[in-house]
């Protein structure tokens, strides 16, 4: 048992770095949330594949589920590689149970369907006012300021990976120390297919769990964003000619 014991601290604390300094922090008001150490999203990456872009990228990016129909979001590439992303953990998906009241499911979807329509329109018009806008708006059903979902990309041999801040903040909770430790980070990998890029659900996983969340790491759990991409088809198309606006100068990971 003893034998059993030490093994199991040893993988726990081996699988996955256990520096506290690598949780999350907000750097001021109005700038996403990063992580203390700069290498953690960029975990699993290859930098130095990522190919030369001029200018930022706009795609769209379909999620298509049997039990939540078809959704719309946007993903935006930036030539430094950071990325900014409308992907987010789908409550319908990870949130409602048998417990959820019908008037709560009615307003789930119809704020999702809000949200698609708002998408679908900011993408087609090509704006990239609007387009930041959307970037820089606030998470209107948490109770604290959330930027939109950042991450860091590369690509390779028509492969391309994003690795997303991924974080389970339950509304209403006070922000502290707990908060942040749940933060996790995801690496979505997309592969070409025909006009556009297929996520892999197979190769799709998260990559990196902080030192207090054991039971994720022991497990190999989703993060809830991915979570909430499972079983479905997740596409991605760019789109031409839509160039979007420089990342403010406090956004910085």
Request: with cysteine; net charge positive.
């Amino acid at each position: 048992m003893k034998h059993i014991i030490v093994s199991l601290s040893l993988f726990l604390t081996g699988c996955i770095p256990s520096d506290d300094s690598w949780v999350t922090h907000v750097l001021e008001n109005n700038t996403p949330r990063v992580f203390k150490d700069p290498h953690v999203l960029s975990t699993g990456l290859d930098l130095e594949s990522r190919p030369a872009i001029p200018v930022g990228e706009v795609w769209k990016v379909t999620v298509s589920t049997s039990g939540a129909g078809l959704q719309t979001h946007w993903l935006v590439l930036y030539p430094d590689g950071r990325l900014v992303t409308s992907l987010d953990a789908d409550p319908e998906r990870t949130k409602v149970n048998f417990m959820t009241s019908e008037a709560k499911r009615r307003e789930l979807a119809g704020q999702r369907a809000r949200l698609n329509d708002e998408r679908i329109a900011l993408l087609s018009t090509r704006n990239p006012d609007g387009l930041l806008a959307a970037m820089k708006a606030l998470h209107p059903e948490r109770a604290f300021r959330v930027i939109k979902t950042i991450g860091r990309w590369s690509r390779r041999d028509e492969v391309i990976r994003l690795n997303l801040i991924e974080g389970d903040q339950i509304t209403g909770e006070l922000p502290g120390p707990w908060w942040y430790e749940r933060t996790g980070v995801s690496q979505l990998v997309f592969r070409k297919n025909g006009a556009g890029w297929e996520m892999s659900q197979q190769e799709s996983r998260a990559v990196w769990y902080p030192s207090s969340d054991w039971t994720s790491r022991l497990t190999r759990c989703d993060h809830l964003c991915l979570l909430s991409l499972r079983e479905g088809e997740v596409r991605a198309v760019k789109i031409d000619d839509f160039i979007p606006r420089p990342l403010p100068v406090n956004w910085k990971w």
